[in-house]
């Protein structure tokens, strides 16, 4: 579908950096990932169901909530045409496994 899709913009020229006007790399953040990897157990209802026992666990933070709003269209570009379905656990109580494997 349609939607509001980032355009790069062009520039007329290239930024005129004179010698220590440029961009520090010191003033860039190092954050930790947000994502974890998580190992669920043999038996767990997921794995069970058919999802790897391997998966990336990526806890909800106010600073994602951007990416996270185009979540499902970058999951559907990862897979392609099969089906996506989010589950927002917000208490943490339907998949205990991943709580217990995090």
């Known amino acids: 579908g ?11 020229k ?4 004179s010698q220590g006007s440029a961009p520090r790399t ?6 930790p990932s947000p994502v974890t990897w998580i190992e ?5 209802e997921l ?10 666990l990526l806890q909800y ?9 185009q979540s499902q269209n970058i999951l559907y570009d ?6 996506v379905t989010l589950t927002h656990d ?3 109580g339907m998949f205990p496994e991943v709580i217990e494997a995090a």
């Open 47 to 56: 794995v069970n169901e058919g999802l790897p026992k391997l998966a990336p």
């Open 26 to 31: 010191s003033a860039l953040v190092a954050r």
């Open 14 to 17: 290239p930024p005129n950096y």
């Open 78 to 83: 990862l897979n392609g045409e099969q089906q």
């Open 61 to 69: 933070n106010s600073d994602l909530q951007q990416l996270l709003s």
């Open 90 to 92: 917000t208490e943490g």
């Open 2 to 12: 349609g939607g509001d899709a980032a355009r790069p913009t062009k520039r007329s």
């Open 40 to 44: 669920l157990r043999e038996d767990a």
